[in-house]
């Protein structure tokens, strides 16, 4: 994947006004072919009541379907059981009951090259014509959730069905549409040698993905980069990241993760506050505090007072997460309005068994134009059973002034909720995702926001957390002696 963004930026360099193509065969690096005859032989053994695959793991498959012949050989079928199974499998295939999943990240992968400005990726497969159609509803139902992009003329199914001559044929094809190809992605290394030995196509990067080949020869082209994972934090930049996504640091209660955020690019920053001081100041922590003396101001690390200050002079807008209601709104809204911070630099946030009606319209009347949020992750069964009382439940939540959802990253239905909450209408928050890689997911999703600890050593940012349950993450840079 490095080697794939490298040179994809590298094209963008060199033509700016071309319309760049990325093209993968489907079955050999987007659809998990492994799964596919892995569950296929599983669910064979379940219906002959046998036990002859009960061992095999998934990456043990390394061979094309059309192959299978010769892989169930090395497993001692008997002649008769194994035409049965190539009998079976044939239906199968064909049928409702395949079980198919796309390969890890791959959709990703996709769906970002299609953000990107005069860039598209081609589809091409070889398959017979009555399989045309479910390969493209496979497509749909893999790519539902993250939008993508399926154009009629740039999914090719080719008429040769041989991999070195299927391949040229695909190629010719998108570059008749008008399409510089600058990528071919695919597991055959026929298909990679064929379109090395092709005419200028010097700007074409060839990348094998290790799944399942028809033929297992090392490609004779040099230079064809191999991979089996498709990660995002390999291929996207920070500079890359769309700027009409807001992006939080999360968790700012502290002096040091307040020193990494100020030095970041990263626009929000977001404190909770929890208690309001016999002082009057207003008290930076995450957990609510179970004995007095946690209240002293010795043992917070940092007060919104002093936060708010930081935040004006680095021009950093702010988010406040309330853990607590009592007086801790009234002193925040008032430290917000001393500040000097405007609507479009405030958002603010709460639980709504926490806020409740009243909190939130106290902090929508102060701040009118400002973001309202609260969290919805209880919503995300009755989505799924009674819909239009869900939405009718939020409609009436957006009454209070509450203009912005947030869901949990880490919630099964995370991304399945985020799509059908924008499709009504409402903006999104997703929070928790807890590396670079799910960072990324969540971006490919264009949600309107998120809410991360930015903890990412790979972007040079070492967010410590909020400190939820006194957990927090600390670098320590190791210095070596050298002799």
């Not at 493209?136 to 740039?154: H, S, T, V, W």
């Not at 990494?260 to 920053?269: A, R, Y």
């Amino acid at each position: 994947m490095k080697a794939l963004s490298l040179h994809y930026g590298y094209m963008k360099e060199q033509y700016p006004d071309k319309d760049l193509m990325l093209i993968f065969d489907i079955d050999g690096s987007i659809n998990d072919m492994q799964y596919q005859l892995f569950r296929a032989l599983q669910t064979f053994d379940q219906l002959q009541g046998t036990h002859y695959f009960y061992r095999l793991m998934p990456d043990e498959i390394k061979i094309h379907e059309d192959l299978l012949s010769s892989f169930l050989t090395e497993y001692q079928l008997a002649p008769a059981q194994k035409e049965a199974f190539l009998s079976w499998y044939t239906s199968y295939r064909k049928s409702s009951r395949v079980q198919l999943r796309p390969m890890g990240g791959v959709i990703e992968t996709i769906c970002w090259f299609q953000m990107q400005s005069r860039t598209a990726v081609g589809l091409k497969n070889i398959c017979s014509q009555d399989m045309q159609k479910k390969t493209i509803q496979a497509l749909r139902k893999f790519g539902k959730e993250y939008q993508l992009k399926l154009p009629k003329e740039l999914i090719y199914f080719p008429k040769h069905h041989a991999p070195s001559e299927s391949a040229v044929e695909s190629l010719s094809y998108f570059r008749k549409i008008g399409y510089h190809v600058i990528c071919f992605v695919d597991s055959e290394t026929q298909s990679l040698d064929a379109i090395a030995n092709e005419k200028d196509t010097r700007d074409i990067l060839l990348l094998q993905a290790d799944t399942v080949y028809r033929s297992n020869d090392k490609p004779m082209t040099a230079g064809v980069e191999k991979g089996s994972t498709y990660e995002l934090r390999e291929l996207v930049n920070e500079k890359d990241l769309p700027p009409t996504i807001d992006l939080v640091w999360h968790g700012i209660n502290d002096r040091k993760n307040l020193q990494q955020f100020l030095s970041s690019n990263i626009q929000w920053g977001e404190v909770d506050v929890q208690t309001v001081h016999e002082d009057g100041s207003v008290l930076l922590q995450h957990d609510n505090p179970l004995e007095e003396e946690t209240l002293l101001t010795g043992k917070i690390n940092l007060q919104l007072n002093e936060l708010l200050v930081e935040f004006q002079q680095h021009g950093k807008a702010v988010k406040v997460d309330f853990k607590d209601k009592s007086n801790v709104l009234s002193e925040s809204i008032k430290l917000l309005k001393k500040h000097g911070f405007n609507d479009q630099n405030i958002w603010l946030n709460g639980n709504i068994d926490v806020l409740k009606e009243d909190g939130f319209k106290m902090l929508s009347a102060a701040f009118p134009n400002a973001v309202i949020q609260t969290s919805v992750d209880f919503i995300c069964p009755l989505v799924f059973s009674l819909p239009d009382q869900a939405k009718k439940i939020l409609t009436q939540l957006k009454g209070w002034g509450i203009n912005r959802f947030s869901i949990n990253w880490e919630m099964k239905k995370c991304s399945a909720l985020m799509y059908q909450l924008k499709k009504w209408g409402f903006e999104v928050n997703v929070y928790n995702a807890t590396d670079l890689e799910q960072f990324l997911k969540v971006m490919i999703l264009s949600p309107r926001s998120i809410t991360s600890d930015f903890n990412f050593p790979e972007w040079n940012y070492y967010g410590r957390g909020s400190g939820k349950n006194g957990i927090q993450s600390d670098y320590v840079e190791q210095q070596v002696k050298f002799k």
